[in-house]
């Protein structure tokens, strides 16, 4: 028989760290607003969410490694809004917020969701804010509980399980 792992989201009892941007405020607030109700409704204390914020997207990876590595969450859920603009910053900034947050969860084993907007216009990014597209955080959100379940429930697994 096939042995599936899909276990049930629950936030109940676990840590969960919003780490978000200053960067692009009047989006990434909605973006952490949304985290913030989903983390709730599936269970997670008021006081078990920390919630940081750092200048921009760039800055996203060092913060979110120190965390993790503190041992102190559960999983991290990392939030911003990059624009494309005129110039190839959009894609400096946005590949290294991305490639940052990757290394993080491959090298501490800890789970962070990326909830980082990267988009062509405001429009857009409004769009994924909590309006016409859903909240890409409150996604985000799901997303970090969801991959909590999933790590526990691998690391439980024996080979004579399997
Ligand atoms: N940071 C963002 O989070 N979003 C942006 O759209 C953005 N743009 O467009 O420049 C941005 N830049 C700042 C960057 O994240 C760093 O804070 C800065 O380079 C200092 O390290």
Not at 26 to 32: A, D, G, K, P
Not at 81 to 97: D, Q
Not at 106 to 130: K, M
């Amino acid at each position: 028989m096939v042995k599936r792992i899909h276990p049930l989201a629950t936030g109940t009892d676990r840590r969960v760290a919003i780490v978000d941007t200053a960067w692009n405020d009047f989006i990434v607030r909605n973006l952490t607003e949304g985290a913030i109700e989903t983390l709730k409704r599936q269970g997670v204390a008021d006081d078990h969410i920390l919630h940081v914020t750092v200048p921009g997207a760039f800055e996203l990876p060092i913060a979110v490694r120190q965390l993790a590595e503190t041992g102190a969450v559960d999983a991290i859920v990392a939030l911003g809004c990059v624009i494309r603009g005129a110039t190839p910053h959009f894609e400096f900034v946005a590949g290294e917020a991305a490639k940052g947050v990757a290394s993080v969860m491959a090298d501490t084993g800890v789970p962070v969701a990326f909830g980082v907007l990267t988009t062509d216009t405001i429009d857009q990014a409004i769009e994924r804010a909590g309006t016409k597209l859903g909240n890409k955080g409150a996604e985000a959100a799901s997303v970090a509980i969801e991959m909590i379940g999933t790590l526990a429930a691998l690391k439980g697994m024996r080979r004579d399980e399997s």
